[in-house]
Nanobody, 126 residues
Framework: QVQLVESGGGLVQAGGSLRLSCAAS????????MGWFRQAPGKEREFVAA????????DYADSVKGRFTISRDNAKKTVYLQMISLKPEDTAVYYC???????????????????WGQGTQVTVSS
């Protein structure tokens, strides 16, 4: 059974930085694309970033381009989300997810991912 565990969330002032980590266990990691999503209170879960299994290709939501960086370490079975210049509107629970093998859906679509972590809270104060 695949397990994803996020860490690194917390409270930070606007303009600050955080690095989220997502550690995978119980299944293959290095052959799967991975993604980060977030969900703010009263809003739908939204795509943040994705990375291919090799790490060579990344995608970002327009709202985070230039501020967030997704990366992975296949040897450590971990995917990261480095966040800088944080804004109050970045406040949300952040989830990592494993993309389904051979998914024909776009990387931004939550149903294209089959395993999810429990989430980590990021709060950005103004």
């Amino acid at each position: 059974q695949v397990q994803l565990v996020e860490s690194g969330g917390g409270l930070v002032q606007a303009g600050g930085s955080l690095r989220l980590s997502c550690a995978a266990s119980g299944g293959s990691f290095s052959t799967y694309d991975m993604g980060w999503f977030r969900q703010a209170p009263g809003k739908e879960r939204e795509f943040v970033a994705a990375i291919t299994w090799s790490g060579y290709t990344t995608d970002y939501a327009d709202s985070v381009k230039g501020r967030f960086t997704i990366s992975r370490d296949n040897a450590k079975k971990t995917v990261y989300l480095q966040m800088i210049s944080l804004k109050p509107e970045d406040t949300a629970v952040y989830y990592c997810a494993r993309r389904r093998a051979y998914s024909q859906l776009g990387v931004t679509t939550p149903i294209g991912y089959d395993y999810w972590g429990q989430g980590t809270q990021v709060t950005v104060s103004s």
